[in-house]
Protein backbone atom coordinates (compact mmCIF):
# COMPACT_ATOMS: atom_id res chain seq x y z
CA UNK A 1 0.00 0.00 0.00
CA UNK A 2 2.75 2.21 0.94
CA UNK A 3 4.58 1.73 -2.55
CA UNK A 4 1.40 2.67 -3.99
CA UNK A 5 0.57 5.76 -2.28
CA UNK A 6 4.48 6.62 -3.00
CA UNK A 7 4.22 6.11 -6.52
CA UNK A 8 1.21 8.65 -6.77
CA UNK A 9 3.17 10.95 -5.26
CA UNK A 10 5.63 10.98 -7.48
CA UNK A 11 3.38 10.87 -10.30
CA UNK A 12 1.79 13.93 -9.28
CA UNK A 13 4.95 15.33 -8.90
CA UNK A 14 5.59 14.22 -12.38
CA UNK A 15 2.98 15.50 -13.62
CA UNK A 16 3.13 19.48 -12.20
CA UNK A 17 6.83 19.00 -13.31
CA UNK A 18 5.77 18.53 -16.81
CA UNK A 19 3.52 21.24 -16.72
CA UNK A 20 5.77 23.48 -15.75
CA UNK A 21 8.49 22.49 -18.27
CA UNK A 22 5.59 23.31 -21.32
CA UNK A 23 4.86 26.70 -20.08
CA UNK A 24 7.33 28.51 -22.68
CA UNK A 25 5.46 26.71 -25.32
CA UNK A 26 2.18 27.20 -24.20
CA UNK A 27 3.19 30.99 -23.78
CA UNK A 28 4.39 30.97 -27.68
CA UNK A 29 0.85 29.74 -28.99
CA UNK A 30 -0.55 32.27 -25.93
CA UNK A 31 1.23 34.97 -27.36
CA UNK A 32 0.51 34.29 -31.67
CA UNK A 33 -3.24 35.21 -30.54
CA UNK A 34 -2.96 38.18 -28.26
CA UNK A 35 -3.70 41.32 -29.59
CA UNK A 36 -0.37 44.01 -29.37
CA UNK A 37 -1.19 46.04 -27.12
CA UNK A 38 -1.99 42.84 -24.81
CA UNK A 39 1.32 41.40 -25.51
CA UNK A 40 3.06 45.08 -24.73
CA UNK A 41 1.25 44.88 -21.19
CA UNK A 42 3.81 45.12 -18.61
CA UNK A 43 1.86 42.85 -16.11
CA UNK A 44 1.43 39.72 -18.47
CA UNK A 45 -1.99 38.92 -19.30
CA UNK A 46 -2.74 35.38 -19.80
CA UNK A 47 -6.14 35.37 -20.71
CA UNK A 48 -8.15 37.75 -20.86
CA UNK A 49 -8.39 39.12 -24.10
CA UNK A 50 -9.70 38.81 -27.13
CA UNK A 51 -8.21 36.14 -29.43
CA UNK A 52 -7.01 37.55 -32.78
CA UNK A 53 -5.56 36.00 -35.84
CA UNK A 54 -3.93 39.09 -36.87
CA UNK A 55 -0.25 38.09 -36.38
CA UNK A 56 -0.69 34.99 -38.78
CA UNK A 57 -1.77 37.52 -41.27
CA UNK A 58 0.52 39.86 -40.84
CA UNK A 59 3.55 36.78 -40.93
CA UNK A 60 2.20 35.94 -44.56
CA UNK A 61 1.41 39.32 -45.95
CA UNK A 62 4.47 40.97 -44.46
CA UNK A 63 7.05 38.41 -43.92
CA UNK A 64 6.16 36.21 -47.00
CA UNK A 65 6.13 33.22 -44.59
CA UNK A 66 4.02 30.81 -47.33
CA UNK A 67 7.14 30.68 -49.63
CA UNK A 68 9.77 30.08 -46.26
CA UNK A 69 7.26 27.42 -45.34
CA UNK A 70 6.99 25.69 -48.89
CA UNK A 71 10.69 26.01 -49.05
CA UNK A 72 10.74 24.02 -45.45
CA UNK A 73 8.39 21.42 -47.28
CA UNK A 74 9.67 20.82 -50.48
CA UNK A 75 14.07 20.80 -49.61
CA UNK A 76 12.77 18.84 -45.72
CA UNK A 77 10.24 16.42 -47.91
CA UNK A 78 13.01 15.71 -51.13
CA UNK A 79 15.69 14.90 -48.62
CA UNK A 80 13.92 12.88 -46.60
CA UNK A 81 12.98 11.19 -49.24
CA UNK A 82 16.28 11.10 -50.99
CA UNK A 83 18.21 9.94 -47.61
CA UNK A 84 15.07 7.03 -47.30
CA UNK A 85 15.65 5.21 -50.63
CA UNK A 86 19.54 5.55 -50.31
CA UNK A 87 19.59 4.29 -46.36
CA UNK A 88 17.38 1.53 -46.68
CA UNK A 89 19.36 -0.88 -48.51
CA UNK A 90 22.96 0.56 -46.47
CA UNK A 91 21.26 -0.10 -43.48
CA UNK A 92 20.42 -3.42 -44.50
CA UNK A 93 23.37 -4.28 -45.87
CA UNK A 94 25.05 -3.71 -42.74
CA UNK A 95 22.20 -5.30 -40.31
CA UNK A 96 21.87 -8.60 -41.74
CA UNK A 97 24.24 -9.39 -44.55
CA UNK A 98 27.57 -10.86 -44.13
CA UNK A 99 28.86 -8.06 -44.96
CA UNK A 100 32.96 -8.19 -43.50
CA UNK A 101 33.60 -5.39 -40.92
CA UNK A 102 29.52 -4.72 -40.80
CA UNK A 103 29.48 -2.93 -37.55
CA UNK A 104 32.83 -0.88 -38.71
CA UNK A 105 31.01 0.32 -41.40
CA UNK A 106 27.81 1.61 -39.46
CA UNK A 107 30.67 2.99 -36.52
CA UNK A 108 32.32 5.39 -39.55
CA UNK A 109 28.97 6.34 -41.38
CA UNK A 110 27.35 7.16 -38.09
CA UNK A 111 30.72 9.35 -36.92
CA UNK A 112 29.83 11.70 -39.52
CA UNK A 113 26.74 13.11 -38.13
CA UNK A 114 29.15 14.36 -35.34
CA UNK A 115 31.35 16.67 -37.75
CA UNK A 116 30.69 20.26 -36.71
CA UNK A 117 28.98 22.17 -39.13
CA UNK A 118 30.89 25.47 -39.32
CA UNK A 119 34.06 22.93 -41.07
CA UNK A 120 31.31 21.72 -43.96
CA UNK A 121 29.61 24.79 -44.47
CA UNK A 122 32.08 27.16 -46.05
CA UNK A 123 32.88 24.22 -48.67
CA UNK A 124 29.56 24.35 -49.88
CA UNK A 125 28.97 27.83 -49.36
CA UNK A 126 32.27 28.29 -52.25
CA UNK A 127 30.81 25.33 -54.05
CA UNK A 128 27.49 26.87 -54.42
CA UNK A 129 28.56 30.13 -54.91
CA UNK A 130 30.41 29.27 -58.14
CA UNK A 131 27.38 27.06 -59.15
CA UNK A 132 24.79 29.95 -58.68
CA UNK A 133 22.97 27.76 -56.40
CA UNK A 134 23.08 30.11 -53.32
CA UNK A 135 19.56 31.29 -52.06
CA UNK A 136 18.08 27.75 -54.03
CA UNK A 137 16.24 24.79 -52.69
CA UNK A 138 18.40 22.44 -54.31
CA UNK A 139 21.55 23.26 -52.40
CA UNK A 140 19.87 22.61 -49.30
CA UNK A 141 18.38 19.23 -50.51
CA UNK A 142 22.19 17.97 -51.09
CA UNK A 143 23.15 19.20 -47.56
CA UNK A 144 20.32 17.89 -46.03
CA UNK A 145 20.90 14.63 -47.57
CA UNK A 146 24.42 14.38 -46.37
CA UNK A 147 23.50 15.05 -42.61
CA UNK A 148 20.56 12.92 -42.95
CA UNK A 149 21.97 9.84 -44.41
CA UNK A 150 24.48 8.86 -41.46
CA UNK A 151 21.92 8.79 -38.70
CA UNK A 152 19.51 7.31 -40.84
CA UNK A 153 21.64 4.56 -41.61
CA UNK A 154 22.39 4.07 -37.98
CA UNK A 155 18.83 4.34 -36.56
CA UNK A 156 17.63 2.10 -39.24
CA UNK A 157 19.95 -0.76 -38.83
CA UNK A 158 19.08 -0.78 -35.13
CA UNK A 159 15.69 -1.51 -36.09
CA UNK A 160 16.80 -4.38 -38.50
CA UNK A 161 18.90 -6.00 -36.24
CA UNK A 162 15.98 -6.18 -33.90
CA UNK A 163 13.72 -8.34 -36.00
CA UNK A 164 14.08 -12.42 -35.54
CA UNK A 165 17.06 -13.60 -37.34
CA UNK A 166 15.87 -16.54 -39.23
CA UNK A 167 13.53 -14.23 -41.91
CA UNK A 168 15.45 -14.99 -44.67
CA UNK A 169 16.29 -18.68 -43.94
CA UNK A 170 12.74 -18.66 -43.82
CA UNK A 171 11.42 -17.11 -46.89
CA UNK A 172 14.36 -18.67 -48.49
CA UNK A 173 12.74 -22.08 -47.62
CA UNK A 174 9.64 -20.98 -49.05
CA UNK A 175 11.28 -20.20 -52.68
CA UNK A 176 11.07 -16.40 -52.20
CA UNK A 177 13.82 -14.95 -54.06
CA UNK A 178 16.04 -11.70 -52.72
CA UNK A 179 13.86 -9.48 -54.08
CA UNK A 180 10.38 -10.94 -52.87
CA UNK A 181 12.23 -11.65 -49.00
CA UNK A 182 12.97 -7.78 -48.84
CA UNK A 183 10.09 -6.73 -49.78
CA UNK A 184 7.29 -9.27 -48.54
CA UNK A 185 8.90 -9.94 -45.02
CA UNK A 186 11.34 -7.95 -44.16
CA UNK A 187 9.77 -4.01 -45.27
CA UNK A 188 6.00 -4.70 -44.01
CA UNK A 189 8.22 -6.10 -40.20
CA UNK A 190 10.64 -3.39 -40.29
CA UNK A 191 7.50 -1.04 -41.29
CA UNK A 192 7.44 1.16 -38.00
CA UNK A 193 10.99 1.51 -37.66
CA UNK A 194 11.17 3.19 -41.29
CA UNK A 195 8.36 5.49 -40.56
CA UNK A 196 10.23 6.05 -37.19
CA UNK A 197 13.40 6.82 -38.86
CA UNK A 198 11.56 8.83 -41.94
CA UNK A 199 10.14 11.11 -39.23
CA UNK A 200 13.40 11.52 -37.55
CA UNK A 201 15.34 12.69 -40.98
CA UNK A 202 12.55 15.13 -41.29
CA UNK A 203 12.84 16.99 -37.89
CA UNK A 204 16.32 17.33 -38.02
CA UNK A 205 16.41 18.55 -41.22
CA UNK A 206 12.68 20.82 -40.58
CA UNK A 207 14.88 22.40 -37.19
CA UNK A 208 18.04 23.23 -39.10
CA UNK A 209 19.73 26.42 -39.02
CA UNK A 210 23.54 26.80 -39.59
CA UNK A 211 23.39 25.75 -43.51
CA UNK A 212 20.00 27.31 -44.05
CA UNK A 213 21.46 30.76 -42.70
CA UNK A 214 24.70 30.43 -45.11
CA UNK A 215 23.37 28.99 -47.87
CA UNK A 216 19.76 30.91 -48.52
CA UNK A 217 19.32 34.74 -48.26
CA UNK A 218 15.26 34.95 -49.39
CA UNK A 219 14.14 33.14 -51.94
CA UNK A 220 15.32 29.99 -51.03
CA UNK A 221 15.26 30.76 -47.38
CA UNK A 222 13.21 28.07 -44.74
CA UNK A 223 11.83 28.91 -42.09
CA UNK A 224 13.92 29.27 -38.89
CA UNK A 225 15.93 31.80 -41.34
CA UNK A 226 12.63 33.41 -42.03
CA UNK A 227 12.02 33.63 -38.65
CA UNK A 228 15.10 34.91 -37.70
CA UNK A 229 14.90 37.63 -39.91
CA UNK A 230 11.50 39.19 -38.18
CA UNK A 231 13.16 39.85 -35.22
CA UNK A 232 16.31 41.81 -37.01
CA UNK A 233 14.42 44.36 -38.76
CA UNK A 234 11.45 44.44 -36.57
CA UNK A 235 13.07 44.09 -33.50
CA UNK A 236 9.67 44.14 -30.99
CA UNK A 237 7.13 42.85 -33.51
CA UNK A 238 6.99 39.49 -30.94
CA UNK A 239 3.39 38.78 -32.00
CA UNK A 240 4.28 37.97 -35.77
CA UNK A 241 7.09 36.11 -34.52
CA UNK A 242 5.26 33.67 -31.92
CA UNK A 243 2.78 33.21 -35.15
CA UNK A 244 5.51 32.54 -36.95
CA UNK A 245 7.28 30.29 -34.50
CA UNK A 246 3.95 28.07 -33.76
CA UNK A 247 3.47 27.57 -37.60
CA UNK A 248 7.15 26.41 -38.04
CA UNK A 249 6.09 24.40 -34.16
CA UNK A 250 3.17 22.85 -34.90
CA UNK A 251 3.89 20.09 -37.36
CA UNK A 252 6.87 19.03 -34.81
CA UNK A 253 3.96 18.85 -31.85
CA UNK A 254 1.77 16.69 -34.35
CA UNK A 255 4.54 14.46 -35.19
CA UNK A 256 5.34 13.90 -31.41
CA UNK A 257 2.01 12.97 -30.42
CA UNK A 258 1.21 10.34 -33.83
CA UNK A 259 4.15 8.55 -32.98
CA UNK A 260 4.06 8.62 -29.32
CA UNK A 261 4.81 5.30 -28.84
CA UNK A 262 7.83 4.63 -31.56
CA UNK A 263 9.76 8.00 -30.20
CA UNK A 264 11.04 7.07 -27.32
CA UNK A 265 11.70 3.42 -28.94
CA UNK A 266 13.56 5.38 -31.82
CA UNK A 267 15.74 7.24 -29.59
CA UNK A 268 16.74 5.04 -27.46
CA UNK A 269 17.81 2.96 -30.78
CA UNK A 270 19.64 5.48 -32.08
CA UNK A 271 21.63 5.99 -28.83
CA UNK A 272 21.93 2.41 -27.59
CA UNK A 273 22.36 -0.05 -30.22
CA UNK B 1 21.55 -34.20 -49.67
CA UNK B 2 24.70 -34.37 -47.99
CA UNK B 3 26.24 -32.37 -45.22
CA UNK B 4 29.54 -31.19 -47.74
CA UNK B 5 27.38 -29.79 -51.07
CA UNK B 6 25.21 -28.06 -48.65
CA UNK B 7 28.14 -26.46 -47.47
CA UNK B 8 29.45 -25.51 -50.53
CA UNK B 9 26.63 -24.11 -51.77
CA UNK B 10 26.29 -22.01 -48.15
CA UNK B 11 29.73 -20.62 -48.61
CA UNK B 12 29.13 -20.26 -52.11
CA UNK B 13 25.61 -18.39 -51.57
CA UNK B 14 27.69 -16.27 -48.65
CA UNK B 15 30.26 -14.67 -51.38
CA UNK B 16 27.54 -13.79 -53.86
CA UNK B 17 25.97 -12.12 -50.81
CA UNK B 18 28.58 -10.20 -50.04
CA UNK B 19 28.55 -8.74 -53.68
CA UNK B 20 25.26 -8.03 -52.92
CA UNK B 21 25.27 -6.25 -49.70
CA UNK B 22 28.30 -4.15 -51.08
CA UNK B 23 26.23 -3.11 -53.89
CA UNK B 24 23.45 -2.29 -51.42
CA UNK B 25 25.94 -0.30 -49.21
CA UNK B 26 27.94 1.49 -52.36
CA UNK B 27 25.16 4.12 -52.82
CA UNK B 28 25.65 5.23 -49.63
CA UNK B 29 29.22 5.28 -49.14
CA UNK B 30 29.62 7.22 -52.64
CA UNK B 31 26.87 10.08 -51.39
CA UNK B 32 28.82 10.36 -48.31
CA UNK B 33 32.19 10.39 -50.12
CA UNK B 34 31.26 13.03 -52.68
CA UNK B 35 29.13 15.36 -50.05
CA UNK B 36 31.16 15.23 -46.37
CA UNK B 37 34.61 13.99 -47.15
CA UNK B 38 34.88 15.98 -50.22
CA UNK B 39 33.85 19.32 -48.45
CA UNK B 40 36.11 18.43 -45.53
CA UNK B 41 39.08 17.51 -47.56
CA UNK B 42 38.04 21.09 -49.36
CA UNK B 43 37.99 23.01 -46.19
CA UNK B 44 41.73 21.62 -44.92
CA UNK B 45 42.83 23.08 -48.26
CA UNK B 46 41.16 26.52 -47.36
CA UNK B 47 42.55 26.64 -43.82
CA UNK B 48 45.97 27.49 -45.83
CA UNK B 49 44.94 29.71 -48.04
CA UNK B 50 44.01 33.58 -46.84
CA UNK B 51 40.89 34.03 -49.19
CA UNK B 52 38.63 37.35 -48.49
CA UNK B 53 35.38 37.01 -49.34
CA UNK B 54 34.78 40.15 -50.66
CA UNK B 55 37.77 40.40 -52.52
CA UNK B 56 38.54 36.80 -53.82
CA UNK B 57 41.50 38.16 -55.79
CA UNK B 58 44.43 38.32 -53.34
CA UNK B 59 43.19 34.65 -52.40
CA UNK B 60 46.46 32.46 -51.96
CA UNK B 61 48.11 29.94 -50.21
CA UNK B 62 49.96 30.88 -47.00
CA UNK B 63 51.12 27.92 -45.45
CA UNK B 64 49.73 27.37 -41.24
CA UNK B 65 49.37 31.16 -40.97
CA UNK B 66 45.96 30.77 -40.25
CA UNK B 67 46.58 28.59 -37.36
CA UNK B 68 49.43 30.52 -35.67
CA UNK B 69 47.17 33.86 -36.00
CA UNK B 70 44.46 32.11 -34.19
CA UNK B 71 47.39 30.52 -31.28
CA UNK B 72 48.59 34.20 -30.83
CA UNK B 73 44.89 35.46 -30.32
CA UNK B 74 43.58 35.29 -26.87
CA UNK B 75 39.98 36.00 -27.79
CA UNK B 76 40.50 32.63 -29.93
CA UNK B 77 41.80 31.21 -26.30
CA UNK B 78 39.06 32.59 -24.55
CA UNK B 79 36.55 30.80 -26.83
CA UNK B 80 38.15 27.36 -26.52
CA UNK B 81 38.24 27.68 -23.03
CA UNK B 82 34.88 28.97 -22.83
CA UNK B 83 33.15 26.20 -25.05
CA UNK B 84 34.96 23.77 -22.98
CA UNK B 85 33.42 25.41 -19.76
CA UNK B 86 29.92 25.13 -21.78
CA UNK B 87 30.42 21.88 -22.92
CA UNK B 88 31.03 20.59 -19.28
CA UNK B 89 28.38 22.27 -16.94
CA UNK B 90 25.86 22.09 -18.86
CA UNK B 91 26.52 17.73 -19.69
CA UNK B 92 26.80 17.62 -15.89
CA UNK B 93 23.19 19.60 -15.52
CA UNK B 94 21.73 18.11 -17.94
CA UNK B 95 22.74 13.95 -16.86
CA UNK B 96 22.02 14.88 -13.12
CA UNK B 97 18.62 16.23 -13.78
CA UNK B 98 17.70 13.98 -17.00
CA UNK B 99 18.46 10.98 -14.43
CA UNK B 100 16.23 12.47 -11.75
CA UNK B 101 13.74 13.65 -14.29
CA UNK B 102 13.41 9.82 -15.45
CA UNK B 103 12.87 8.45 -12.33
CA UNK B 104 10.05 10.45 -12.05
CA UNK B 105 8.92 9.18 -15.43
CA UNK B 106 9.22 5.47 -14.68
CA UNK B 107 5.81 4.91 -13.21
CA UNK B 108 3.45 2.38 -15.00
CA UNK B 109 0.12 4.55 -13.98
CA UNK B 110 -2.09 5.45 -16.50
CA UNK B 111 -1.39 8.59 -18.24
CA UNK B 112 2.33 8.11 -17.92
CA UNK B 113 2.83 7.45 -22.08
CA UNK B 114 1.03 11.20 -22.46
CA UNK B 115 3.27 12.41 -20.08
CA UNK B 116 6.17 11.32 -21.80
CA UNK B 117 5.09 12.45 -25.50
CA UNK B 118 4.29 16.12 -23.66
CA UNK B 119 7.88 16.01 -21.85
CA UNK B 120 9.63 15.53 -25.24
CA UNK B 121 8.16 18.57 -27.16
CA UNK B 122 11.37 20.38 -26.23
CA UNK B 123 13.67 18.18 -27.70
CA UNK B 124 11.53 18.45 -31.25
CA UNK B 125 10.69 21.79 -31.95
CA UNK B 126 13.37 23.97 -32.96
CA UNK B 127 15.85 26.16 -31.15
CA UNK B 128 15.39 28.81 -33.48
CA UNK B 129 11.47 29.53 -32.87
CA UNK B 130 12.13 28.39 -28.92
CA UNK B 131 15.33 30.53 -28.64
CA UNK B 132 13.44 33.52 -29.85
CA UNK B 133 10.41 33.56 -27.59
CA UNK B 134 12.91 32.84 -24.70
CA UNK B 135 14.17 36.34 -25.48
CA UNK B 136 10.51 37.50 -25.33
CA UNK B 137 10.17 36.05 -21.95
CA UNK B 138 13.45 37.34 -20.86
CA UNK B 139 12.26 40.77 -21.92
CA UNK B 140 13.26 42.82 -19.12
CA UNK B 141 9.98 44.90 -19.05
CA UNK B 142 6.99 43.02 -20.69
CA UNK B 143 8.84 39.19 -20.00
CA UNK B 144 7.41 36.55 -18.35
CA UNK B 145 10.08 35.56 -16.62
CA UNK B 146 10.86 39.56 -14.22
CA UNK B 147 6.96 38.93 -13.23
CA UNK B 148 7.34 35.74 -12.20
CA UNK B 149 10.19 36.58 -10.23
CA UNK B 150 9.24 39.72 -9.06
CA UNK B 151 6.10 38.50 -7.74
CA UNK B 152 7.09 35.40 -6.77
CA UNK B 153 10.31 36.08 -5.14
CA UNK B 154 10.45 39.68 -5.12
CA UNK B 155 13.56 39.43 -7.39
CA UNK B 156 14.07 43.12 -9.11
CA UNK B 157 13.10 43.38 -12.89
CA UNK B 158 16.65 42.33 -14.31
CA UNK B 159 17.50 42.22 -18.29
CA UNK B 160 19.14 38.93 -17.81
CA UNK B 161 20.39 38.37 -21.54
CA UNK B 162 21.93 41.71 -21.72
CA UNK B 163 24.36 41.81 -18.34
CA UNK B 164 27.60 39.94 -18.60
CA UNK B 165 27.12 38.59 -15.28
CA UNK B 166 23.45 36.39 -16.29
CA UNK B 167 24.07 36.33 -20.07
CA UNK B 168 25.68 33.14 -20.17
CA UNK B 169 22.99 31.39 -16.91
CA UNK B 170 20.29 32.61 -18.72
CA UNK B 171 21.46 30.76 -22.10
CA UNK B 172 22.77 27.39 -19.90
CA UNK B 173 18.95 27.53 -18.65
CA UNK B 174 17.63 27.23 -21.37
CA UNK B 175 19.73 24.68 -23.08
CA UNK B 176 19.04 22.53 -20.17
CA UNK B 177 15.12 23.22 -20.66
CA UNK B 178 15.69 21.46 -24.07
CA UNK B 179 17.76 19.04 -23.18
CA UNK B 180 17.31 17.33 -20.61
CA UNK B 181 13.79 15.74 -21.35
CA UNK B 182 16.23 13.93 -24.14
CA UNK B 183 18.60 12.70 -21.35
CA UNK B 184 15.85 11.12 -19.51
CA UNK B 185 13.82 9.75 -21.78
CA UNK B 186 16.91 7.74 -23.21
CA UNK B 187 17.70 6.61 -19.72
CA UNK B 188 13.90 5.87 -19.10
CA UNK B 189 14.40 3.30 -22.49
CA UNK B 190 17.27 2.05 -20.51
CA UNK B 191 15.59 2.15 -17.08
CA UNK B 192 12.85 -0.32 -18.39
CA UNK B 193 14.93 -2.66 -20.43
CA UNK B 194 16.25 -4.40 -17.34
CA UNK B 195 15.21 -7.31 -17.11
CA UNK B 196 12.31 -8.24 -15.02
CA UNK B 197 13.60 -10.64 -12.31
CA UNK B 198 16.36 -8.26 -11.56
CA UNK B 199 13.46 -5.91 -11.09
CA UNK B 200 12.03 -8.59 -9.27
CA UNK B 201 14.94 -9.54 -6.90
CA UNK B 202 15.22 -6.41 -5.76
CA UNK B 203 11.73 -5.89 -5.09
CA UNK B 204 12.04 -8.75 -2.44
CA UNK B 205 14.76 -7.56 -1.21
CA UNK B 206 13.27 -4.11 -0.14
CA UNK B 207 15.55 -2.45 -2.27
CA UNK B 208 12.88 0.57 -2.97
CA UNK B 209 12.46 3.81 -3.81
CA UNK B 210 15.62 5.98 -4.62
CA UNK B 211 18.13 3.57 -3.36
CA UNK B 212 16.88 0.69 -5.94
CA UNK B 213 17.63 3.71 -8.85
CA UNK B 214 21.25 4.22 -7.89
CA UNK B 215 22.03 1.63 -6.20
CA UNK B 216 20.70 -0.98 -8.73
CA UNK B 217 19.80 0.89 -11.85
CA UNK B 218 22.88 3.49 -12.30
CA UNK B 219 25.44 0.72 -12.49
CA UNK B 220 23.15 -1.35 -15.04
CA UNK B 221 22.29 1.58 -17.26
CA UNK B 222 26.12 2.97 -17.60
CA UNK B 223 26.36 1.86 -20.99
CA UNK B 224 23.52 3.83 -21.70
CA UNK B 225 24.45 6.54 -19.53
CA UNK B 226 27.96 6.61 -21.08
CA UNK B 227 26.45 7.14 -25.09
CA UNK B 228 24.14 9.81 -23.85
CA UNK B 229 27.52 11.83 -22.23
CA UNK B 230 29.10 11.21 -25.42
CA UNK B 231 26.26 12.82 -28.02
CA UNK B 232 25.64 15.87 -25.42
CA UNK B 233 28.85 16.70 -25.53
CA UNK B 234 29.58 16.53 -29.13
CA UNK B 235 26.17 18.60 -29.63
CA UNK B 236 27.28 20.87 -26.59
CA UNK B 237 30.78 22.02 -27.90
CA UNK B 238 29.76 22.41 -31.84
CA UNK B 239 26.92 24.35 -30.45
CA UNK B 240 25.63 27.14 -32.76
CA UNK B 241 21.96 28.06 -33.31
CA UNK B 242 20.51 28.73 -29.68
CA UNK B 243 23.78 30.66 -28.91
CA UNK B 244 23.64 32.45 -31.94
CA UNK B 245 19.83 33.30 -31.78
CA UNK B 246 19.58 34.06 -28.16
CA UNK B 247 23.08 36.22 -27.63
CA UNK B 248 25.18 35.81 -30.70
CA UNK B 249 27.92 35.79 -28.08
CA UNK B 250 27.23 38.95 -26.48
CA UNK B 251 27.16 41.04 -24.43
CA UNK B 252 31.01 41.68 -24.91
CA UNK B 253 32.18 38.09 -25.44
CA UNK B 254 30.84 36.86 -22.47
CA UNK B 255 28.50 33.93 -24.04
CA UNK B 256 30.49 33.61 -27.63
CA UNK B 257 30.92 30.20 -27.90
CA UNK B 258 33.38 28.29 -30.59
CA UNK B 259 30.76 27.99 -33.45
CA UNK B 260 29.64 31.74 -33.12
CA UNK B 261 32.80 33.29 -33.01
CA UNK B 262 33.49 31.01 -36.29
CA UNK B 263 30.51 32.86 -37.62
CA UNK B 264 31.50 36.32 -37.01
CA UNK B 265 35.10 35.42 -38.42
CA UNK B 266 33.04 34.36 -41.43
CA UNK B 267 31.02 37.67 -41.98
CA UNK B 268 34.08 39.48 -41.11
CA UNK B 269 35.01 37.69 -44.87
CA UNK B 270 37.95 35.92 -43.51
CA UNK B 271 36.74 32.77 -45.19
CA UNK B 272 40.39 30.72 -44.95
CA UNK B 273 41.08 32.07 -41.09
CA UNK B 274 36.88 30.51 -40.78
CA UNK B 275 38.34 27.17 -42.26
CA UNK B 276 40.95 26.73 -40.04
CA UNK B 277 38.95 27.58 -36.63
CA UNK B 278 36.40 24.87 -37.99
CA UNK B 279 39.32 22.41 -38.37
CA UNK B 280 39.80 22.98 -34.53
CA UNK B 281 36.24 22.92 -33.62
CA UNK B 282 36.58 19.20 -35.20
CA UNK B 283 39.96 18.37 -33.63
CA UNK B 284 38.48 20.05 -30.37
CA UNK B 285 35.63 17.38 -30.61
CA UNK B 286 37.47 14.64 -31.38
CA UNK B 287 39.89 15.54 -29.13
CA UNK B 288 37.61 15.25 -26.00
CA UNK B 289 35.43 12.54 -27.40
CA UNK B 290 39.45 10.82 -27.28
CA UNK B 291 39.98 10.88 -24.21
CA UNK B 292 36.27 10.37 -22.66
CA UNK B 293 36.51 6.98 -24.64
CA UNK B 294 39.81 6.54 -23.11
CA UNK B 295 39.02 6.79 -19.57
CA UNK B 296 35.87 4.76 -19.94
CA UNK B 297 37.97 1.83 -21.31
CA UNK B 298 40.52 2.25 -18.48
CA UNK B 299 37.90 2.24 -15.42
CA UNK B 300 36.48 -0.76 -17.33
CA UNK B 301 39.33 -2.58 -17.40
CA UNK B 302 40.17 -1.72 -14.20
CA UNK B 303 36.58 -2.71 -13.09
CA UNK B 304 36.93 -6.01 -15.02
CA UNK B 305 40.71 -6.59 -13.15
CA UNK B 306 38.96 -5.97 -9.72
CA UNK B 307 35.86 -8.00 -10.26
CA UNK B 308 38.88 -11.08 -11.34
CA UNK B 309 40.61 -10.38 -7.78
Known amino acids: ?273 | MAGPPVKFHNSQLARQQRKVAYLLLAPAVIILLALAIYPLIYAGALSFRVDPLYNPKVARFIGWRNFTDLFEDSRFWASIRLTLYWAFVVVAIQMVLGFLLAILLDSKLRGSGLLRSLIIIPVFISPIAMGLNWRFIFEPVTGLANWILSNGLGVEKYSWLSHVDTALTTLMLVDCWQWIPFVALILLAGMQSISPEIVEAARLDRVRGIKYYFKIVLPLIRPVIMVVILIRLVDEIRMFDLNYIMTEGGPGSSTLLASTYDYTIFKHGHLGLMAAYGFLILILINGVVGIFLNTLYRSEKAARQEDMN
Open chain 1, 1 to 273: MRSTMYSRMLFGLAIVLVFIWLVPVMWVVLTSVKPTNIINSAVPIFFDFAPTLDHYVEVFERFRFGRSMLNSFVTVGVSTLIVMIIALPAAYAVARMNLMHGDTWALVILSLRFMPGMVIVLPYFKIATFLNLIDTQIVLIVVYVAFGLPFAVWILRGFLLDLPKDIEEAGRLDGLSWIQIIFRLIMPMAAPGIAVTAIFTFVFSWNEFLFALFLTLDKGSTMPVALQKTIDLYNVLWGSLSAGAVLQLLPMILVVFLLQKHIARGLALGAVK
